[in-house]
């Protein structure tokens, strides 16, 4: 028996060695690099695509045991940069499994993967192979000698390391990368399981110079066979940004359909605006400093679903501090030549945005990016009817194609908004683009005392689109306002104004070069600071040949009129042409001239005139110098001293009292002709007189 045992226990080791052999004989002599041009053969056929293993193909242990592809890089026949590149690819498989015919894989390694993916001008693609942009005829495939080599849907861990993808599209202005790109996941399959997956990336946009680092972690559950995929527990991470919730897609492999909801954290707003959305040369959005750690807190929620004709958003809600701002919409895209079309509401309570907003005050406009240059550059060499100024470097195209390719339906109703410094209350605006025709209907809005009603209309049926706009100011108190807009601290008084505008372009610029209309104002219960005026009047009267003294020394610095109005009429644009005039009582100032919006800067000639009566006289002025219109040239830049806007034209100054002593003169002459000389000989001596002043 003890015999027995023993033979069978030699026999069994023998196996074990002999088998350990055999393994042992099958890695050394079979050398897997054989088959790389078998490999390579087979990839281009099946894809068009050169594949080129430039490292060893050999038997992997570490970090997985398999087969490990070391340097692997495809590239297109057509393009000479490398479409993808991958250090190091390894495969384990369940060798048993080989036995059945079935290729189970147990864990893929994929370490350095890069991919480039750039479009040129004309939107073809680096991927793109010759063969794909040519007519494919079905050919039958070729009958199978056995049964197929099954491939196991599930994966027990997935590994890509440091993957990296470079994107450049010319057509749509894109250029960015993905690297630092990780992916993990346990249980991988497709066969209707939950397998938890880890993936982050850095993404970096070189046209607005932002990076961003995102992190997502899920539950999947995949079922291929039926097209449906859920991402439960699932966490999307943007510092500070941390969305949760649920993601999934239903019947992808037909009408595909999704669903889901996410809501965030509560997070700083500010370091948010900070991190992606300003840059330092773009004070777009001021970032405030005012905050404490109860203040500027910001979250949301979002319920939406969608399949591939519309797009449903039935719940989005932004939180502010105390500031709630709710909307829902709907889009569906059209059929055939219809249109698309979008439906959304907004409402909020009071938003105040003012601490987000300081810095549109003032300074110049940001930049504009790359694209925008290039669309509106575009846009002016398609309008054959628009004038021939050169457009600047920041010049922007007009959405045109989306107003014709979609219909929108949008209400907006919030309590109060303050932004920019300045306050709106109760907005009710109603957006409306139908068959290329954009209208802006602004109801009566509160505005410090009074009220703002507005209509915009765009048409970009036209050649070129053309804009309306109708705006009037009715009873709006200049004190409040000049609370929040400095500007306004000049006058006292209620506002009225009413306003209509044409322009024609495709362009912001050409909008802003052929604009035309009038805006006609009035201040009622007026008191205004005419401090500019008196200094202007009191130079002039330094001029005075008859020692007069300043004219305005005794004019008191703030003057209420019985009457105040006025207009401006644009002509073509703002750089030149514009004629301004306004009324007060006696006085009248009347310019012409333009502003130069690029520079900064304006250039008007004025008139300052004062009437005698029949006229009030609320700026007294001896007769000497009524009816007379005294020259002032108002050029200066927009961040100049207002004391420093104008200044009189003294060379037509002198001219002017030149000729008002002439006429002085004349006068007084004429006066003693009519008193001293005796009637016959008046009318000589009036002729002589003549004579000699000519």
């Not at 008196?534 to 009457?563: C, E, N």
């Not at 520079?599 to 007379?628: C, K, N, S």
Request: hydrophobic share 40%; glycine share 6%.
């Amino acid at each position: 028996m003890n015999k027995l045992v023993k033979i069978l226990l030699l026999t069994l080791t023998s196996l074990v060695v002999l088998t350990g052999l055999t393994l042992a004989v099958i890695f050394l002599v079979i050398d897997p690099n054989r088959y790389k041009p078998a490999i390579e053969s087979v990839f281009a056929e099946q894809t068009d695509l050169n594949l080129n293993i430039a490292g060893d193909i050999d038997w992997s242990f570490r970090p997985v045991f398999g087969l490990s592809l070391q340097d692997v890089r495809v590239t297109n026949t057509t393009a000479r940069m490398e479409l993808a590149s991958l250090s190091l690819l390894s495969i384990k498989v369940e060798p048993w499994a080989l036995f059945d015919g079935r290729v189970e894989m147990q864990e893929f390694v994929a370490d350095s993967l890069h991919v480039n993916w750039f479009v040129d001008e004309n939107g073809v693609s680096n991927w793109q192979t010759q063969s794909s942009s040519e007519p494919q005829t079905q050919t039958p495939a070729p009958a199978s000698s056995g049964e197929p080599t099954a491939v196991a849907a599930n994966v027990e861990q997935i590994t890509i390391s440091n993957a990296s993808l470079a994107i450049q599209d010319r057509q749509r202005g894109i250029n960015a990368s993905f690297s630092n790109f990780n992916l993990s996941s346990r249980n991988t399959n497709i066969e209707n399981r939950p397998f938890p997956f880890e993936l982050s990336f850095q993404a970096m946009d070189y046209v607005a110079d932002e990076k961003a680092t995102v992190s997502v972690a899920s539950t999947a559950t995949v079922d291929l066979e039926n097209g449906n995929a859920r991402f439960s527990d699932l966490s999307i991470k943007l510092n500070p940004l941390q969305l949760s919730g649920e993601v999934a897609v239903e019947d992808f492999n037909g009408a595909m359909a999704w669903r889901g909801q996410l809501q965030s954290n509560t997070f700083t707003l500010s370091d948010f605006i900070t991190n992606y959305l300003t840059s330092p040369e773009d004070e777009e959005l001021a970032v405030p400093g005012d905050y404490s750690a109860d203040s500027d807190q910001f979250s949301m929620q979002v319920e939406f679903n969608g399949n591939d004709q519309e797009i449903k958003v039935q719940r989005l809600a932004l939180h502010l501090d105390d500031m709630n701002l709710n909307a829902d919409a709907s889009y569906t895209t059209g059929v055939g030549n219809a249109p698309d079309n979008l439906r959304y509401n907004l409402t909020a309570n009071a938003l105040d945005l003012n601490r987000y907003t300081s810095g549109q005050q003032s300074g110049a406009e940001p930049a504009a990016s790359e694209e925008d240059i290039e669309a509106g550059n575009a846009a002016v060499e398609d309008s054959d009817e628009m004038p021939s100024s050169t457009v600047a470097q920041n010049d922007i195209a007009l959405p045109i194609d989306t107003i014709q390719s979609m219909n929108v339906q949008g209400s907006h109703q919030i309590e109060s908004l303050a932004i920019a410094g300045l306050t709106f209350s109760n907005l009710n605006v109603v957006l409306t683009v139908q068959s290329g025709r954009l209208n802006l209907n602004v109801q009566p809005v509160g505005f410090y005392g009074g009220e703002i009603t507005s209509n915009t209309t765009f048409d970009t049926n036209q050649s070129p689109p053309s804009l309306t706009t109708i705006n009037s100011i009715r009873n709006v108190n200049l004190p409040q306002l000049a609370q929040s807009l400095p500007a306004a601290s000049f006058a006292e008084g209620r506002l009225n104004l009413e306003s209509v505008q044409t322009l024609r372009g495709s362009t912001i610029n050409q909008m802003l070069d052929t604009i035309n209309g009038t805006t006609s104002f009035s201040v009622a219960d007026n008191a205004i600071d005419i401090g500019i005026v008196k200094q202007l009047f009191s130079s002039i009267s330094v001029l005075s040949p008859t020692g007069t003294g300043d004219l305005a020394q005794q004019w008191p610095d703030v003057v209420r009129f019985s009457s105040l109005a006025g207009h401006l009429i644009l002509k073509d644009g703002l750089k030149q042409d514009q004629e301004f005039k306004v009324t007060m009582d006696n006085f009248e100032i009347a310019a012409n001239g333009g502003v130069d919006l690029p520079a900064e800067t304006f250039d008007y000639d004025v008139m300052l005139t004062v009437f005698g009566e029949p006229a009030p006289q609320t700026i007294p002025v001896a007769p000497l110098y009524q009816g007379v219109g005294w020259p002032v040239a108002c050029n200066a830049s927009f961040d100049s001293e207002a004391s420093q806007f104008c200044g009189p034209d003294f060379g037509k100054v002198r001219e002017l009292f030149v000729q008002i002593s002439r006429n002085q003169v004349e006068r007084r002459v004429q006066d003693a002709v009519t008193e001293k000389v005796p009637e016959e000989l008046q009318d000589t001596a009036r002729g002589l007189l003549n004579r000699i002043f000519r």
